[in-house]
Nanobody, 124 residues
Framework: QVQLVESGGGSVQAGGSLRLSCASS????????MAWFRQAPGKEREVVAD????????TYGDSVKGRFTISKDNAETPLYLQMNGLQAEDTAMYYC?????????????????WGQGTQVTVSS
């Protein structure tokens, strides 16, 4: 069991930055796929970025490449999403998610643990 709690959302003007945090508790000393998802009203949920803990290799959605960075230093530190150059289109509820990593790639359908979400609003 893993519990995830996001924080760091808020309102910012276009071009600004925010850093989201996802604190994890429970069985944290395993290797996980961890990801940030977002969902805007009337739109489907999309993967923003993901990574395998302890490995560090990350992947990003096309719309955020070069602007967002996902990171996690070790099992005891939060998962972060540094968001720079924010645009109105980034406005959404952002969720942290995790699933146990068994090898291969991280698969969206396998995310089992979810946080409650944190709202990001970007005004133009």
């Amino acid at each position: 069991q893993v519990q995830l709690v996001e924080s760091g959302g808020g309102s910012v003007q276009a071009g600004g930055s925010l850093r989201l945090s996802c604190a994890s508790s429970g069985n944290i000393y395993r290797t996980y796929c961890m990801a940030w998802f977002r969902q805007a009203p009337g739109k489907e949920r999309e993967v923003v970025a993901d990574m395998v803990t302890g490995v560090g290799a990350a992947t990003y959605g096309d719309s955020v490449k070069g602007r967002f960075t996902i990171s996690k230093d070790n099992a005891e530190t939060p998962l972060y999403l540094q968001m720079n150059g924010l645009q109105a289109e980034d406005t959404a509820m952002y969720y942290c998610a995790a699933h146990v990593y068994y090898g291969g790639v991280c698969r969206e359908s396998q995310y089992f643990y979810w946080g409650q979400g944190t709202q990001v609003t970007v005004s133009s």
